[in-house]
């Protein structure tokens, strides 16, 4: 099936550093979602994307919609501890009902 | 809010034994869907269902089958658990189709020995 190429697959920061993801794909999307999952939980969704070029935050938290509709980009500002955990982008084909996820990005944090 | 839940947060089962993941969600959404979660992979839809008693094959039902007799849950089922079926199994559920994300319940990470 179809998947997103997300990276880095893993990063290791200092406290306070600030932190960029993103996801590629063959395929375009009418909706990009960003989750993040705590050690032991299901994903949470963090953000959700409607149009491509929006640009939009949840506290320290921005996402983007790329323009050509393929792309997505999460960056989180003055990492902290509780920033640890596994960061998955998602897409939305349409009115499928079918989410396509990224392998997912695991953070940690350095106190 | 929504809440999904599954009843097993871990199990553990036998080569060919018969599993049934059971997951309940409380806010009348019409759709429900089972993922699999593996390090490395991401997550991999293995069935959803848009409505009571329907059921299509997301991107990886080989060896799994789900049951939805009332719309609030939604069943996995493992015919003859293997033991590459060991894997962390997500259930989520949604108001639409999928445009303002799902709600995941908190996994029940199963090992078959």
């Known amino acids: 099936g179809q998947q997103l190429n997300q990276s880095p697959q893993s990063m290791f920061i200092q406290e306070g550093e600030d932190v960029s993801m993103n996801c590629t794909s063959s395929?375009?999307?009418?909706?990009w979602l960003w989750y993040k999952q705590d050690p032991g939980e299901g994903p949470v969704l963090l953000i959700a994307l409607y149009k491509a070029g929006e640009l939009t935050s949840n506290g320290r938290l921005t996402a983007q919609f790329g323009i050509t509709r393929k792309d997505s980009f999460l960056n989180i500002s003055a990492s902290i501890p509780s920033d640890v955990g596994i960061y998955f982008c998602a897409g939305s084909l349409g009115n499928t009902g079918k989410l396509i996820f990224g392998q997912g990005t695991t953070l940690q944090v350095k106190p | 809010d929504v809440k999904v839940t599954q009843s097993s947060r871990y199990l553990v089962k036998r080569t060919g034994e018969k599993v049934f993941l059971e997951c309940v969600q409380d806010?009348?959404?019409?759709?429900m869907f089972w993922y699999r979660q593996d390090p490395g992979l991401g997550l991999r839809l293995i069935y959803f269902?848009?409505?009571?008693?329907?059921?299509e094959k997301g991107d990886i039902p080989e060896g799994y089958s789900v049951s939805r007799e009332k719309k609030e849950r939604f069943s996995l089922i493992l015919e003859s658990a293997s033991t590459n079926q060991t894997s962390m199994y997500l259930c989520?559920?949604?108001?639409?189709?999928?445009?303002?994300?799902?709600?995941f319940g908190s996994g029940t990470r199963l090992t078959v020995v």
């Open positions: 395929s375009i999307f009418n909706t």
């Open positions: 806010m009348d959404h019409e759709n």
């Open positions: 989520a559920s949604a108001l639409d189709r999928g445009y303002n994300g799902y709600t």
């Open positions: 269902s848009y409505d009571v008693k329907m059921k």
